[in-house]
């Protein structure tokens, strides 16, 4: 097994049919969200920097992508971004490569200068409590985000982290402005 790193742009066909299984068999969640489905299909990932794929053999069994975009809070620009999409199939589930890549991930995007981590999590998979052992807390009010159709959206289950600004993810979560993904559509 082995984990290496996709740059946006350079990921083989094969690489993408493997990456295609692994999002339709572990991704693709109904939110009831007609809008929310189109803004993970247009938006999601579109700050995308690469991609950490796990490979058994030439196969890719795991995914995560590693964000990174421009925005600011309460005046102030950072860089937000950290890791989305993180998946493993079912296969390979219980074996540590899920936190192999998270921790890869979090690595890269704190080297390419993401300021604050930022993630919205699915509260019913129990897995918070791994994003919390990672370092991640809850932002205890809404996030919001622009979408593809230019309406203003909203998530409040949202975890936050600091990387290269670890005091900025401290206001955040200490103080009450408005939090938003990004000032571009998308989530991030
Ligand atoms: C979640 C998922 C990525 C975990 O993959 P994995 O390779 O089995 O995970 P690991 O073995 O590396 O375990 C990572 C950590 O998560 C915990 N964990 C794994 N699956 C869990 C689950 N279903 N519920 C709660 N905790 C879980 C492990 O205890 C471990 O914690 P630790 O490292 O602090 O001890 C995998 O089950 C998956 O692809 N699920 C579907 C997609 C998904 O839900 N992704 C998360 C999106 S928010």
């Given at each position: 097994m082995e984990i290496k790193y996709i740059p946006k742009g350079t990921m083989t066909?094969?690489?993408?049919?493997?990456?295609?299984i692994i999002d339709q068999t572990c991704l693709s969640g109904d939110t009831g969200d007609p809008e929310r489905v189109l803004v993970n299909m247009y938006d999601w990932g579109a700050a995308d920097d690469g991609m950490f794929l796990l490979f058994d053999g030439e196969r890719v069994v795991g995914r995560v992508a590693v964000?990174?975009?421009?925005t600011e809070y309460n005046g102030q620009d950072y860089y937000l971004g950290g890791f989305s999409g993180l998946a493993v199939l079912p296969e390979y589930w219980?074996?540590?490569y899920a936190r192999q890549l998270a921790d890869?991930?979090?690595k890269k995007a704190y080297e390419i200068g993401v300021d604050v981590a930022c993630m919205c999590v699915d509260m019913n998979s129990g897995i918070t409590d791994?994003?919390?052992?990672?370092?991640?807390?809850?932002l205890n009010r809404?996030?919001?985000f622009i979408n593809w159709i230019d309406k203003e959206k909203s998530d409040d289950t949202v975890m936050i982290m600091g990387l290269n600004n670890k005091s900025l993810a401290d206001k955040i979560l200490e103080t009450?402005?408005?939090f938003h993904y990004g000032k571009n559509k998308g989530h991030w």
């Open positions: 066909e094969r690489q993408q049919k493997d990456v295609d964000e990174k975009t421009l219980g074996k540590g890869a991930a979090l791994f994003y919390q052992r990672l370092g991640f807390r809850f809404s996030a919001y009450d402005h408005k």
